[in-house]
């Protein structure tokens, strides 16, 4: 069974563009997150999506937004890119929305460099 | 607010040698908690959760975990360290405020280096 895939895993991206990450779930996983990971602030919680509702934000800018689709795909987008949005893009997944019991797994991660 | 804390930065062990990483969490209601690890320039692998019962958890290569209610700790655990357990360790706690969520938060992580 595959894992929860993520693409690209590394981009470069100028200052002021903007950039669209990519997450597959695991097969049968209706609930996607977000995290952005960096050296000094550490793991924080972007947003959730389940059955295509965000049901869940993080504390970021409007510049970072996310969807999700019918087939439990999601995508995130960072728009007008600082220099700080450099960091480690991941993704997790789980198998349902309310269930506490469920394993949340996790991507290899999309690397964004931001120059 | 919930919370994770791993006090410790890094944590050195000799090879063969038990080891301990440590994790402390402050929630409201019954905890949920998570250990990862996380390899140089990967994502983060699930090692072990706690949901309920039994207080001391197995999970992958070999890990465990003992959940304390008393003293709000989850702290992780091996037997015997290996070298190829060199990585960065982080204690998470699923968020039960607002409702239905599977956001986690984590704690700033324990670098662990295991030397031969």
């Known amino acids: 069974k595959a894992g929860v895939t993520q693409t690209p895993r590394y981009l470069i991206k100028t200052r002021g563009q903007q950039v669209t990450l990519s997450c597959s779930p695991i097969?049968?996983?209706?609930?996607v997150s977000w995290y952005q990971q960096t050296p000094g602030q550490g793991l924080q919680f972007l947003f959730e999506?389940?059955?295509?509702?965000?049901?869940n934000k993080g504390n970021f800018p409007g510049r970072f937004s996310g969807r999700q689709f019918s087939n439990s795909r999601s995508e995130m987008n960072v728009s007008t890119l600082e220099l700080g949005d450099s960091a480690l893009y991941l993704c997790?997944?789980?198998?349902?929305?309310?269930?506490?019991?469920?394993?949340?797994?996790f991507g290899e991660g999309s690397w964004l460099t931001v120059v | 607010a919930q919370s994770v804390a791993q006090p410790e930065d890094q944590v050195n062990v000799a090879e063969g040698n038990p080891l301990t990483v440590k994790c402390t969490y402050s929630?409201?209601?019954?905890?949920?908690l998570f250990w990862y690890v996380q390899y140089p320039n990967r994502g983060l692998q699930f090692l072990l959760k706690?949901?309920?019962?039994?207080?001391l958890v197995k999970g992958s290569y070999g890990f465990e975990a003992e959940f304390n209610k008393s003293q709000t700790s989850f702290h992780l655990k091996k037997p015997s360290a290996l070298v190829s357990d060199s990585a960065l360790y982080f204690c998470?706690?699923?968020?039960?405020?607002?409702?239905?969520?599977?956001?986690?938060?984590f704690g700033t992580g324990t670098l662990l280096a295991v030397q031969p």
């Open positions: 097969s049968g996983h209706r609930s």
């Open positions: 929630v409201s209601g019954n905890p949920y």
């Open positions: 706690y949901i309920t019962g039994d207080n």
């Open positions: 999506y389940f059955s295509e509702t965000q049901r």
């Open positions: 997790a997944s789980s198998l349902e929305g309310t269930g506490v019991r469920n394993t949340i797994y």
């Open positions: 998470a706690v699923r968020d039960n405020n607002g409702g239905a969520t599977n956001k986690l938060i």
